[in-house]
């Protein structure tokens, strides 16, 4: 197994890695939703007292990934709303809805698990990111 450079393993080194493991929970929510109510509290925990200068930039930029997501499933669902009241309630109501659930959800998969994997690849080589505060990738 390979040694890290104070003869730690490479995996006990990710564990101590904050932003990583706060990753690692918004990355888990894909598979288990509960984890997002452990994974973005602690982000707020940790980001107010930041080990090393490069952190404080991940816990930014994983937080602001939580607000894309939710503004992304606000802005779909007032979406769907709009259209039920432009549409009407007839046969092709139920399928708009799962269009624009399909496309929201799908746009803020996509967003978001690039972003929280662009974090978990920068934080593993310690690297801050360079515009935490950006809306995009």
């Not at 602690?42 to 930014?60: G, T």
């Not at 746009?107 to 978990?120: E, H, N, P, Y």
């Amino acid at each position: 197994m390979s040694e890290g450079h104070n003869g730690s393993s490479w995996l006990a080194d990710l564990m101590s890695n904050r932003p990583f493991i706060v990753g690692a929970l918004f990355l888990g929510t894909y598979f288990a939703p509960f984890l997002i109510l452990i994974g973005f509290p602690l982000a707020f925990v940790f980001r107010a007292r930041p080990e090393e200068d490069w952190e404080q930039s991940h816990f930014d930029y994983l937080i602001r990934t939580v607000w894309i997501a939710l503004l992304i499933a606000i802005v779909a669902a007032a979406m769907a709303l709009s259209l039920h009241f432009a549409i009407g309630d007839n046969d092709e109501t139920p399928l708009v809805y799962i269009i624009i659930g399909v496309l929201g959800s799908g746009l803020a998969f996509a967003l978001c698990g690039v972003r929280v994997l662009i974090s978990m690849m920068k934080s593993a080589s310690r690297i801050p990111i360079t515009n935490s505060k950006s809306w995009l990738i």
